[in-house]
């Protein structure tokens, strides 16, 4: 255990907004950047920031895991804007806040290329703080809960400093995001930038790539084909699942409070991977197997959010219960799969 991010306050102020913010050109009141916003979460993002009128919103994504797809109701609206960019590479726009999730999620897609993922958490992390220093943008880092490793704390607070492999073939994903964690707060104390951390816990909902290789896009894709339920040994570790919608809530929350973060923001509901694939089977499929296969290096033990700092700082806490959110997951699936419910 040790200090949290309230000792590590910057000192300076943040640098002035960009003259043309405020320029007769700028129509919104509020220009919001979206690194990832073809992905999952980000998707879903773009639709609760598209709900407010006042809000002009850009998303920028080299369709690693992402699609047009999922944005395909906002292309062509004139507050929104797709551009195919890699975060590796430098952005240079005017933007009043930047929601930075463009990484690789599922560990089969980040452990894919590690040398690309690490590239993208590092060099990708420092463009888009360049580019929030630049115009003077609040800027979100959307970290995660692989930050604490295999957890020897359970639940995990913020002020847990982990137990992370530095070698081991999930490092470039859960190092990576740590360095940009630091890279965050160099920045802040450095340059006086605003920004926000949320360490996002496992996440799912509609829009999941179907063999994004996730558990429980795995688990609901398996039971509408029939097949058996792969559940990795020993089956008795543990994640806590959080249905993307109320994550969208804690996130924008985060953005648009004060506090720095990092923020735990995850559904505290803990299940062991035979339980969630029990449910699945008996919400979805009744009539399939559960099969016991080898688990991959590193998979941590147990993960469950202490949400403490969440519901006092930002007033947020989940609503969504893993029964009611994986038949909505479902709906989506089942759509996608041209599998009619009987
Ligand atoms: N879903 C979860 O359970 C979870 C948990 C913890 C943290 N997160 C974080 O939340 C963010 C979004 O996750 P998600 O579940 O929506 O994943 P996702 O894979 O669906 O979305 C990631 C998006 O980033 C894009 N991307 C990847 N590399 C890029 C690059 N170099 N340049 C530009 N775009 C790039 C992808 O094409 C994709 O659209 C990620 O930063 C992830 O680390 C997610
Ligand atoms: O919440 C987080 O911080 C992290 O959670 C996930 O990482 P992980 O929990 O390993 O995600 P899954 O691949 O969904 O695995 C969850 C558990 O399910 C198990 N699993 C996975 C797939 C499967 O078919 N069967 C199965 O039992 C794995 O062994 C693991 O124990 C995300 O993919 C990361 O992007 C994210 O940062």
């Not at 699609?67 to 960019?85: P, Q, T, V, Y």
């Not at 007033?315 to 219960?321: F, N, Q």
């Amino acid at each position: 255990m040790a200090a949290t991010s309230e000792k590590q306050n910057s000192t300076k102020p943040p640098p002035s907004p960009s003259p043309l913010r405020n320029s007769k050109f700028c129509q919104s009141n509020m220009r919001i950047l979206i690194s990832g916003g073809a992905g999952f979460i980000g998707s879903h993002l773009v639709d609760k920031l598209m709900e407010n009128e006042k809000n002009e919103v850009i998303v920028a994504d080299n369709y690693f895991t992402g699609s047009k797809e999922n944005l395909k109701k906002w292309i062509g609206h004139s507050r929104f804007e797709l551009i195919r960019h890699d975060v590796t590479e430098p952005l240079l726009i005017e933007v009043d806040r930047i929601y930075h999730l463009a990484c690789p999620a599922s560990p089969i897609f980040y452990k894919y290329n590690p040398v690309k993922t690490i590239k993208t958490n590092v060099i990708g992390t420092l463009n888009m703080l360049g580019l929030a220093k630049r115009v003077g943008a609040r800027i979100l880092l959307t970290s995660t809960s692989e930050v604490y490793g295999d957890p020897l704390i359970h639940p995990q607070p913020e002020s847990y400093w982990g137990n992370v492999n530095p070698i081991g073939v999930r490092s470039c994903y859960d190092e990576g995001k740590r360095v940009a964690e630091t890279l965050m707060f160099d920045y802040h104390r450095q340059h006086g930038i605003e920004i926000r951390i949320a360490r996002i816990f496992n996440t799912y909902g509609p829009r999941m790539n179907i063999d994004d290789g996730r558990v429980v896009s795995n688990f609901i894709a398996q039971a509408l084909r029939g097949e058996a339920l792969t559940v990795q040994k020993p089956g008795t570790q543990t994640r806590s699942f959080c249905y993307v919608s109320d994550m969208v809530d804690g996130l924008i929350r985060l953005m648009e409070g004060d506090d720095t973060g990092p923020i735990n923001i995850g559904n505290p509901g803990e299940f062991t991977m035979v339980e969630l694939a029990e449910t699945v089977k008996e919400l979805i499929n009744p009539s399939i197997e559960i099969k016991m296969v080898e688990n991959t290096p590193d998979d941590p033990r147990q993960r469950k959010p202490d949400i403490s700092k969440a519901k006092e700082v930002l007033g947020w806490e989940p609503k969504v219960k893993l029964r009611e959110g994986l038949p909505l997951m479902e709906e989506d699936f089942r759509l996608r799969l041209n599998v009619p419910k009987n």
